[in-house]
């Protein structure tokens, strides 16, 4: 399937996205800004986005551009894509939307020694969590798969991939809506565009007050089984710095499947080949970027709450929120101390 995507626009009297706080509101003629704020919203990569901004004028047209970049890049679903020729061995040439997301994806693989991997498709797809129906594993099979897995073996030379096994595919789906929030960000940017937030699929890159002209707020959700449907339990609140930044979440309480009586999450531990669960049951980054928060959510699922601390003195202006597991049904909160700062009493 094609990574289509289509987008409702308007000039904001509300302010509502997933993961966003409902009560802030604001009406067009109440702010002391000189430019209006818009909203637009929509779908793409099966998923949900919304963008508000203020400028003095809509930018659906660029922002639509923006998008169009990303499925010709990073698109698994585009059989024409750069990302789908070079899993098929067709063409191994990248552009520079590719080549920033491949660098910061090895980057992240190399600081979290293997936990965040993008060549783990593979296993994804074994397991049930990819693109493919879920295969019957055992060890041999585990084992076979891993043999073209790891971020060690693929590399970019002369902006062209290089694989050590022609097998070997990249994912980019566990920062691909970290990558977008981002690049719709800085198209938002070149047009001078200082307060926004973009949110796709509840990862989100940002900058700068609301229509209110206050920070950003959002909610963090309970991980509960009943937000597998997406309740909305709230776990807490957050006031966002207003420097530009990107926030991104990952859990694996919606994400499972069970099979005779045993639950697997949809974390796998590309080093091992199997799924994992750690005692981190939701992972909360805020990052310079959302590209980065989303690798390092989705590192911390892979490691657990003790050693995600010591890979997020890795990385500068990294804060974290981590919802963990704790005797009985009850459930514990680690956070950075500066994250700390940032909730909001209820």
Not at 309 to 334: D, F, H, M, P, Q
């Amino acid at each position: 399937m094609k990574g289509a995507y289509f987008f409702y626009l308007s000039r904001i009297s509300s302010l509502k996205t997933l993961l966003f706080l409902g009560f802030l509101s604001a009406l067009w003629g109440c702010q002391d800004h000189s430019a209006p704020y818009f909203r637009q919203e929509g779908c793409i990569w099966g998923t949900y986005y919304h963008i508000t901004y203020q400028h003095d004028s809509v930018l659906t047209n660029r922002i639509a551009r923006a998008f169009s970049e990303l499925d010709r890049s990073i698109n698994p679903f585009d059989s024409l894509s750069l990302i789908s020729r070079i899993n098929e061995n067709k063409g191994f040439d990248t552009d520079s939307l590719f080549r920033l997301c491949f660098e910061e994806t090895q980057r992240i693989a190399q600081l979290s020694d293997g936990a965040f991997d993008p060549t783990c498709s593979p296993l994804f797809n074994a397991w049930g969590f990819g693109f493919k129906h879920r295969e019957k594993m055992d060890k041999y099979k585990v084992d076979s798969l891993l043999r073209f897995v790891g971020y060690s073996k693929i590399s970019l030379e002369n902006d062209s991939i290089r694989k050590m096994d022609p097998r070997m595919t990249l994912d980019f789906a566990s920062i691909a809506k970290g990558l977008g929030a981002d690049h719709i960000a800085h198209t938002l940017e070149l047009q001078g565009v200082k307060n926004y937030l973009v949110e796709i699929g509840g990862e989100i890159a940002y900058s700068g007050s609301n229509p209110m002209g206050q920070a950003w707020q959002i909610g963090i959700d309970r991980p509960t089984e009943n937000n597998r449907n997406n309740s909305g339990d709230l776990q807490c609140l957050v006031r966002l710095p207003k420097n530009k930044s990107g926030l991104a979440t990952s859990g694996n309480y919606r994400n499972y499947y069970e099979l005779n009586g045993q639950r697997y999450a949809h974390t796998i531990d590309p080093r091992t080949g199997y799924p994992v669960q750690t005692d981190v049951l939701s992972a909360t980054v805020l990052a310079p970027n959302c590209m980065i928060a989303d690798a390092l959510a989705t590192a911390f699922m892979v490691v657990g709450s003790e050693k995600a601390s010591e890979l997020a003195k890795k990385i500068e202006e990294v804060e974290y929120l981590l919802i963990c597991t704790a005797e009985g049904e009850n459930t514990r909160i680690v956070f950075s101390p500066n994250f700390e700062k940032l909730i909001q009493k209820q």
